[in-house]
Nanobody, 124 residues
């Protein structure tokens, strides 16, 4: 069974940091493009960050650029999202996603594997 399982979410004050992890199982994801998306209540799911399978290329949403860092450890089949200088508007459920074609996109429709999400809440 192919699974992506996120962890590391929680409640943090504005200005604080969290590190999200996404552990993949059931198949190797070392050739997949990996990404993070988030969805706040009443809003559409939005792109946060993506990284290619080699880990050499990254792309971030403007809203998180300079504060968030995506990384991956292919040996561990795990992708991370380091979130610093958190703001209340970062509050959302964060989802890990994988594109098994190895494409390069920030549209959620191109990602074929998804985790269940982890809640991040940033208090003012």
């Amino acid at each position: 069974q192919v699974q992506l399982v996120e962890s590391g979410g929680g409640l943090v004050q504005a200005g604080g940091s969290l590190r999200l992890s996404c552990a993949a199982s059931g198949r190797t994801f070392s050739r997949d493009t990996m990404a993070w998306f988030r969805q706040a209540p009443g809003k559409e799911r939005e792109f946060v960050a993506t990284m290619d399978w080699r880990g050499g290329n990254t792309y971030y949403a403007d809203s998180v650029k300079g504060r968030f860092t995506i990384s991956r450890d292919n040996a561990k089949n795990t992708v991370y999202l380091q979130m610093n200088s958190l703001k209340p508007e970062d509050t959302a459920v964060y989802y890990c996603a994988a594109d098994s074609t190895g494409g390069w996109s920030w549209s959620p429709y191109t990602y074929d594997y998804w985790g269940q999400g982890t809640q991040v809440t940033v208090s003012a």
